[in-house]
Structure formats: structure tokens, C-alpha cells
């Protein structure tokens, strides 16, 4: 089955700083790597099997070093209930 509420992947960051405020729920867990990411004129930083949660509206750069990570977002349909689609 395919979930209707939830989306999910696996994304890469090396050496980039990626802009952008969530509009959705987000979960990440770090697989490998050094992930980075400021939020609130904060510096989160973490590796292997460290996670972070970051509600819906919280703008922040995502960045790393050689960083893959899992993630999740709540809704799926983002795009849709903000006009992107």
C-alpha cells in the first residue's frame, strides 16, 4: 500500500547550503555523514543514528558534510494544500 498521509526519502548533502522554510512536519534520521542544519539562529549538527524533528512553518538552511539521511514529511500532499500544484 501506498500511504496517503505520509511521504518519505532519502536525500544527500555535501558541501551545499539549501535554503527553506518547511510546510510540513518533517523527521530526519541521519544514516551517514555530518548533518547540519540552522534553524531559529541556531546550529543543529549530528551523524549516525541522530534525528531531528522539525515542525511545520520553521524556516532553516539545510547543509553537510557527505550527509545522507532519511526523512518523512506530514501531509504528503504539502504542495497541494499550499497552491503548488
Known amino acids: 500500500d501506498v500511504s496517503t498521509s505520509m511521504g518519505g526519502g532519502i536525500a544527500r548533502f555535501d558541501g551545499c547550503a539549501v535554503e527553506w522554510t518547511v510546510l510540513y512536519d518533517e523527521f530526519i534520521c541521519v544514516l ?44 504528503v500532499d504539502w504542495r497541494k494544500r499550499h497552491g503548488m500544484e
Not at 549538527?45 to 524556516?59: L, M, S
Open 32 to 75: 551517514e555523514g555530518r548533518y547540519k542544519m540552522k534553524a531559529g539562529g541556531e546550529m543543529f549538527e549530528g551523524g549516525p543514528g541522530d534525528v531531528f524533528w522539525i515542525p511545520a512553518h520553521t524556516p532553516l538552511v539545510y547543509m553537510g558534510d557527505k550527509a545522507t539521511v532519511f526523512y518523512t514529511v506530514w501531509p
